[in-house]
């Protein structure tokens, strides 16, 4: 899987998902089967031994996660890879990477739930629990994608703002973009930008204060088990590594954590825009779902209606004035997803006029089609709204 060429591929976008993974330094995955999502622990299971890596499959997703932030403690770039009820599972360990500032990523291949749901069929249903799935006040960073291709990107893009940012990363793929077959070109080596792990450049002997931002706000790392003892833990604490109940200190840490990744919304935003200049009328999507909303855009196109299409690649933090300032001229937005108006309500606020966004959709398992689209679009424009 690796090379100095550019290497071209007809895969699915779970295996683009576990190209990406491995282009971006993935050394170590702990994972346990779920659909739709399992291709990707297949798969690694087959690659990493050939690269030095290791592959886990654990009794549970709560391990799963657990040893995911081991590893990564331990230096090692670290993935799981789950769907719906496994995500769940995940949350407690999830909060503790967050909390221990632990970089690693999170791909889930989003299936319709709640509960068991329909697990071969497609929704966009987590949008909120990537965002509020663990507990406490926190941010997180949640990205998407509509292509094979661009789910080799943005996995690549995952790994480098987990490392960047000493962060969990969430991937929100969903089935259709999981399974389905496309074109993937894969480049050269050195193509695509990879950070590497910020290591720390104490000397062994000199205090170490793991928790210390930099000017720049990158907390340098050192190996767990390596040259410099420190502390790790879930509660609150200081530059140390230790628990502190010390107003101060709390207060610091926690807007620490929220502030590394909501003040740089902007420069963490990721997306596509198709035919903004011109458009009175605007759709917003991500995921499968914006490959229906795009085809609807060309084809009413064609036909001299000026529609163009938002495609959101980060979800969280949410791009808000990303997207106010793309939507600002249009009469009506509609926003295209699967789920029951998740990405709408954050529409909305972000909006110039939120009485004008509207919700299309459908929660059935079944992809949102260009004709879904149509059909409300008939009925907000037949209201002259």
């Avoid at 071209?8 to 702990?30: D, H, I, M, P, T």
């Avoid at 990303?322 to 998740?342: D, S």
């Amino acid at each position: 899987m690796g090379g100095n060429k550019a290497n071209s591929l007809f895969v699915q976008g779970n295996e683009a998902c576990v190209r990406g993974a491995l282009y971006a330094g993935l050394k170590f995955f702990a994972g346990y089967p779920i659909t739709p999502s399992t291709e990707i622990a297949e798969h690694l299971a087959r690659e990493l031994p050939r690269i030095g890596g290791a592959f886990i499959q654990m009794e549970d997703e709560i391990a799963s996660m657990c040893a995911v932030c081991g590893a990564s403690l331990a230096g090692a770039k670290s993935m799981t890879a789950t769907s719906g009820p496994g995500f769940s599972l995940k949350q407690e360990a999830v909060g503790y990477a967050v909390m221990a500032e632990i970089p690693c990523v999170i791909v889930n291949v989003q299936r319709a739930g709640p509960s068991t749901g329909l697990p071969t069929k497609v929704a966009q249903g987590d949008v909120n629990q990537a965002r509020w799935g663990t507990h406490g006040d926190h941010s997180i960073i949640a990205m998407t994608a509509s292509s094979v291709q661009d789910v080799f990107t943005v996995t690549v893009e995952a790994f480098n703002f987990a490392e960047t940012y000493r962060t969990p990363v969430i991937l929100l793929f969903d089935e259709v973009i999981g399974h389905m077959r496309e074109k993937l070109i894969i480049p050269e080596e050195g193509g695509l930008p990879v950070v590497e792990r910020l290591k720390t450049s104490v000397k062994v002997g000199v205090d170490y204060h793991p928790y210390l931002p930099r000017e720049d706000g990158r907390l340098p790392m050192s190996d767990y088990g390596g040259e410099h003892r420190f502390h790790v833990t879930g509660l609150y604490h200081n530059i140390w590594g230790f628990p502190t109940e010390n107003p101060e200190e709390t207060r610091a840490l926690l807007y620490h954590l929220v502030d590394k990744i909501e003040n740089r919304s902007h420069q963490l935003a990721r997306w596509k825009e198709y035919h903004l200049e011109d458009a009175d009328g605007i759709l917003v999507s991500y995921g499968a779902s914006a490959r229906s909303a795009l085809q609807y855009v060309e084809d009413r196109r064609a036909r001299g209606h000026r529609l163009g299409l938002l495609e959101l690649q980060t979800l969280w933090p949410f791009p808000k004035q990303l997207v106010r300032e793309k939507t600002a001229r249009a009469g009506n937005i509609f926003v295209v997803e699967m789920n029951m108006g998740q990405v709408l309500t954050r529409v909305k606020a972000a909006a110039v006029n939120p009485d004008n966004v509207f919700l299309i959709n459908r929660i059935d398992g079944s992809l949102v089609a260009p004709s879904d689209i149509e059909n409300i679009m008939r009925i907000v424009e037949g209201r002259g709204m």
